[in-house]
Nanobody, 112 residues
């Protein structure tokens, strides 16, 4: 059974940085797209960034230039480096494998 575990969320000040990690247990990590989504209470979950098995990346407009997604296939881990954080980045961030398997989410709060 495949299990995704996120870490790295927390409180950051505007302009600050956080790095989220998502480790996948089980399955074949190398074969799948990995992605980060976020959700604000009462709103739909939205895509933030994705990365292909070969390392090609795609970003939401809100993330371009500030966030960077990466993966370490040897560690079965995907990362989301978030810089220049804004209050509107506050959300629960979810890791997904192929949009099928999901982590439990990690809260990111950006506030002074």
């Amino acid at each position: 059974q495949v299990h995704l575990m996120e870490s790295g969320g927390g409180l950051a000040q505007p302009g600050g940085s956080l790095r989220l990690s998502c480790t996948v247990f089980g399955g074949h990590f190398n074969f799948y797209f990995m992605g980060w989504y976020r959700q604000v209470s009462g709103k739909e979950r939205e895509q933030v960034a994705t990365i292909s098995p070969g390392g090609s990346t795609d970003y939401a407009d809100s993330a371009k230039g500030r966030f960077s997604i990466s993966r370490d296939n040897a560690e079965n881990t995907a990362y989301l480096q978030m810089n220049d954080l804004k209050p509107e980045d506050t959300a629960v961030y979810y890791c997904t494998q192929d949009g099928v398997r999901w982590g439990q989410g990690t809260q990111v709060t950006v506030s002074s």
